[in-house]
């Protein structure tokens, strides 16, 4: 399957509440209208202020998984979703500022499986590739370099690599990074204890040097899980 995020900003002069109650609520009924759609989860940011990374610009992050990219490329002119939750979207979010990738899984720590229910934090690490690596570069060290050091954080019950898919890079609009890491902790007491860790601010954050640009930012957040397994 193909995993598909749309980064999203709040529509100027809206509220956070409203935001994120039409996200969750009326923008997530019409979402469930879209036959193609295999799972569709919300990830609505958690205001949270870290010296170890840059804050995203974006409010949440809409993700989404097709069958494939064709399909997903399709939704552009879906009846479904153009008369449905594309309609919707200028009543808030910006959608000027929308951003979007296409990325393929790899589970690094699998974990339990999660209940649709559940309360986690999770974080959302939008990774740029460090100036002069290609992306088949960026990718290999990504996985098979860094990805070991990740088990060994403290709380982690899960992290996935979200991997752009490299053909589109040659699209009519270039992916704005070139990943997105999810980790998930049970709680932010458990986040911030983790990310204080040697694990982290020795290892992973020394080693990310090695393959991360200046652009990577994230934020925290807390799933809504619309289409779940």
């Not at 958690?46 to 399909?71: K, R």
Request: with cysteine; proline share 7%; hydrophobic share 40%.
């Amino acid at each position: 399957m193909v995993k598909c995020f749309a980064l999203l900003t709040k529509k100027t002069g809206t509220s956070d509440e409203h935001f994120h109650n039409h996200w969750r609520t009326t923008h997530a009924q019409l979402a469930l209208r879209i036959t193609s759609l295999r799972r569709y989860v919300q990830s609505h940011y958690i205001p949270h202020v870290s010296a170890s990374f840059a804050v995203a610009p974006f409010h949440g992050a809409a993700e989404v998984w097709y069958d494939d990219l064709a399909t997903a490329v399709g939704m552009r002119t879906n009846p479904q979703y153009v008369e449905g939750a594309y309609a919707d979207e200028p009543n808030f979010i910006n959608q000027s500022d929308l951003k979007w990738l296409a990325t393929k899984e790899h589970a690094v720590v699998a974990g339990s499986p999660i209940a649709k229910d559940a309360q986690l934090v999770k974080g959302v690490f939008l990774v740029k590739r460090k100036p002069g690596l290609s992306v088949a570069e960026f990718q290999d060290y990504w996985r098979n370099k860094h990805a070991p050091l990740v088990p060994r954080t403290p709380h982690l019950l899960k992290y996935v690599q979200c991997h752009v898919l490299p053909e589109t890079y040659e699209s009519e609009f270039p992916p704005p990074f070139d990943g997105v890491a999810e980790l998930w902790w049970p709680d932010l007491a458990k986040f911030k204890e983790s990310w204080a860790s040697k694990e982290i601010q020795v290892e992973q954050l020394t080693d990310a040097k090695n393959f991360v640009g200046a652009e990577t930012c994230a934020f925290l957040a807390q799933e809504n899980r619309v289409i779940w397994p």
